[in-house]
């Protein structure tokens, strides 16, 4: 099995920073892309920022310029860098990994349980 632990959520103020962090642990081959994933209060999960294993990145329009993605392929982390922070920001931020675990075997999805990132005006 594969495991996702999310860490670095917490209540910050508005206009500061943050950064959460993902580790994959467990019976991996290779990770793919890597996400964070937002669901405000009340509204659907979205798309945040995704890091392929090369490096290449992509952000949600709502982020751009102010959250950062990063992964460390050598540790199987991804990290979030949250600056300038908005109230808008609130929500639960998952990470996904697309996983491989066996040599022929293709990839999967797998998730952490999130953490809470709660923005004060």
């Known amino acids: 099995q594969v495991q996702l632990v999310e860490s670095g959520g917490g209540l910050v103020q508005t206009g500061g920073s943050l950064r959460l962090s993902c580790a994959a642990s467990?019976?991996?081959?290779?990770?793919?892309?890597m996400g964070w994933y937002r669901q405000a209060p009340g509204k659907k999960r979205d798309m945040v920022a995704i890091?392929?294993?090369?490096?290449?990145?992509n952000y949600a329009d709502s982020v751009k310029g102010r959250f950062t993605i990063s992964r460390d392929n050598a540790k199987n982390t991804v990290h979030l860098q949250i600056n300038r922070v908005e109230p808008e920001d609130t929500g639960v931020y998952s990470c996904?990994?697309?996983?491989?675990?066996?040599?022929?075997?293709?990839?999967?999805?797998?998730w952490g349980q999130g953490t809470q990132v709660t923005v004060s005006s």
């Open positions: 996904r990994a697309n996983v491989r675990q066996l040599r022929f075997a293709g990839y999967d999805d797998y």
């Open positions: 467990g019976s991996l081959l290779s990770i793919r892309d």
């Open positions: 890091i392929s294993s090369g490096g290449s990145t």
